[in-house]
């Protein structure tokens, strides 16, 4: 399956900004769909995860209650709505599909991955 991020920009503390990711090539529904994100210097890390129907999600400490992940199967696309966003929340945003059974929260336990896009929290 391919994946093409999109939406990040730069934006102020406290803004909104809500990222898209959409697939092609597979049927969709069949991927549990997850964010990561990379911040100069650190490693990739998870930020959210949800289930096929998109009826479970989990999120990292750091973004729970501002961070909201959804997906509409119909068009493809999972979403990842940032609210009260914060200069520590800067990095590059991946999506990735996962084939497995249960949602992860690693690396190694996605299949296919967008191209990232980026995220710029200015205090």
């Known amino acids: 399956v391919q994946l093409q991020a999109s939406g990040g920009g730069l934006v102020q503390a406290g803004d909104p900004l809500r990222l898209s990711c959409a697939a092609s090539?597979?049927?969709?529904?069949?991927?549990?769909m997850g964010w990561f994100r990379q911040a100069p210097g650190k490693e990739r890390e998870f930020v959210g995860v949800?289930?096929?129907?998109?009826?479970?999600?989990d999120y990292a400490d750091s973004v729970k209650g501002r961070f909201t992940i959804s997906r509409d199967n119909a068009k493809n696309t999972v979403y990842l709505q940032m609210n009260s966003l914060k200069p520590e929340d800067t990095a590059l945003y991946y999506c990735?599909?996962?084939?497995?059974?249960?949602?992860?929260?690693?690396?190694?336990?996605?299949?296919?991955w967008g191209q990232g896009t980026l995220v710029t929290v200015s205090s």
């Open positions: 949800i289930t096929w129907s998109g009826s479970s999600t």
């Open positions: 990735a599909a996962s084939s497995r059974l249960l949602p992860g929260v690693r690396r190694y336990e996605y299949d296919y």
């Open positions: 090539g597979r049927t969709f529904s069949n991927y549990i």
